[in-house]
């Protein structure tokens, strides 16, 4: 293994950050938007719901793709892609020809699995490992309990029925490891507005440590981890990114971090919990409610937030159309495509009951820019669109946006995908004035998170001007 110090690239260093293990640290000045790491995944797997509108090999977003001979269920864009991915997809063809609908590992399998392939065939350190190695990363074994241990064996068993006939297995306390470090450090790969396209491994990327208030953002073009300044970067400071959604109160991030990645954040704002009081908003009443009043409310949010979680199942489907207001779902124009998503567990009426029960409750107690009632406005929204009521998904956009604004950093993705839905719904609804204002917004943000040549803005443009 290097030492922390020969680990250098580019205007970065690998080194033992006090109290956090391995860190990536900055050897010069970095400017706002700028671009401070590159890193190619080192595996990656497609979501299953985005097949047929992304290819399985690059993740290009695209009209035209060509199945795959075999399976009928890989797409690419071309056979230089096909040729690219099949050392990888051969691990899945034969098996989902045989397996059928039956065919369903999960992705952290489905990557696991990858990740064994690879490793047999690349043994020797790759463009992805630049900085840290697959092998160096951090299991925390020693933490797992029980719940988290029966399912990592569930995930080997499945590892075992679905590859069995491909792969060369290490024994079991080996998979368990993998599994626990895949967990730990696989990456979401997701859209422009935040719709889930699939998981990699980027190891590189996985060196930073976390902060809630990071400097630096993660964005994805094709299979290709971005890392870009948020803020300005002097020589000698820590990059943190984060690793969690920074919308909820200290508490709760806590808790996600510890669930997740089994450590405590010690930044400023969880030290100082200084965003908190307006996270959590309390209605400016004559006869404002007791201290308990609140924490009851409190726990009540946390706990309906966790039941919608478990009523709402969905999946993904792409529709092509010229017009989006034809179709039903959560559904916002890209272009000429438009993703749906269906299927329930709960009718979309009893979903939206809860949503607008659980506000009129939380209402009494907080104000709409309270986190808790964004959680569910936003939920609500996701229904509207579904049902096709546009107007009532704008307005929970419109309550959403300004307070979302105020709460998460500077550059947030989440903040420019809610722009981009406003944008888009405008224009949908043919209110083009509004619709430019919201794009732009968009816009403005992902230049600096995404970079001004990423092809999710020429494609916001282009939206610009063709309406």
Not at 160 to 187: E, I, R, T, W
Not at 286 to 294: L, M, Q
Request: proline share 4%.
């Amino acid at each position: 293994m290097r030492s922390e110090a020969a680990a250098q690239l580019g205007g970065l260093e690998r080194f033992a950050s006090a109290g956090k293990g391995r860190g990536l640290r900055a050897r010069r000045r970095f400017t706002v938007g700028e671009l401070l790491l590159s890193c190619p995944a080192y595996v990656a797997v497609l979501t299953v719901s985005e097949r047929g509108s992304h290819c399985d090999g690059c993740f290009a977003r695209k009209e035209g793709l060509s199945k795959c001979g075999r399976c009928k269920q890989a797409f690419y864009c071309n056979v230089e892609c096909q040729k690219e991915d099949w050392p990888m997809h051969k691990l899945e063809c034969a098996s989902m020809c045989t397996f059928g609908q039956n065919w369903h590992p999960s992705e952290t399998v489905r990557l696991t699995a990858r990740i064994l392939a690879k490793q047999k065939t690349h043994p020797e350190r790759t463009q992805s490992e630049k900085l840290l190695a697959v092998k160096e990363f951090e299991s925390h074994l020693d933490k797992l309990d029980n719940e988290k241990r029966e399912l990592i064996q569930n995930d080997i068993a499945a590892l075992h029925h679905f590859y069995s006939k491909h792969l060369d297995y290490p024994d079991n306390a080996a998979l368990v490891v993998l599994f626990a470090q895949v967990n730990c450090n696989g990456f979401t790969i997701e859209d422009e507005e935040l719709s889930h396209l699939g998981s990699a491994i980027f190891p590189d990327v996985a060196l930073m440590n976390h902060s809630c208030c990071p400097n630096v953002i993660v964005t994805y073009k094709g299979t290709l981890a971005e890392v870009r300044a948020v803020r300005e970067i002097e020589p000698g400071e820590e990059i943190f990114s984060s690793y969690i959604d920074l919308l909820y109160p200290t508490e709760d991030r806590n808790d996600r971090l510890r669930d997740s990645y089994f450590f405590s954040c010690d930044c400023r704002e969880c030290t100082t919990k200084e965003k908190d009081k307006e996270k959590l908003e309390i209605c400016k009443l004559n006869d404002p409610p007791s201290a308990e009043t609140v924490k009851d409310m409190i726990k009540y949010a946390r706990n309906v937030i966790e039941e919608f979680r478990r009523a709402k199942h969905y999946k993904y489907i792409l529709c092509l159309t010229l017009t989006p207001l034809a179709l039903s779902g959560n559904c916002i124009m890209r272009g000429h495509q438009v993703i749906v998503f269906l299927d329930f567990f709960l009718p979309p009426s009893e979903l939206l009951e809860i949503c607008e029960l659980s506000l009129d409750k939380m209402g009494a107690v907080f104000e709409d820019s309270n986190v808790y009632m964004l959680h569910m406005m936003y939920q609500a929204m996701g229904v509207c669109l579904y049902v096709q009521d546009w107007e009532g998904a704008l307005c929970y956009g419109q309550k959403i946006i300004r307070p979302y604004s105020k709460h998460y950093p500077s550059y947030s993705l989440n903040v420019a995908s809610m722009w981009l839905k406003l944008g888009r719904l405008y224009m949908a609804l043919k209110n083009r004035t509004a619709g430019v204002k919201a794009l732009k917004r968009a816009i403005a943000i992902m230049e600096v998170a995404h970079g001004k040549d990423h092809p999710y803005i020429s494609e916001i443009k282009k939206e610009l001007e063709d309406h």
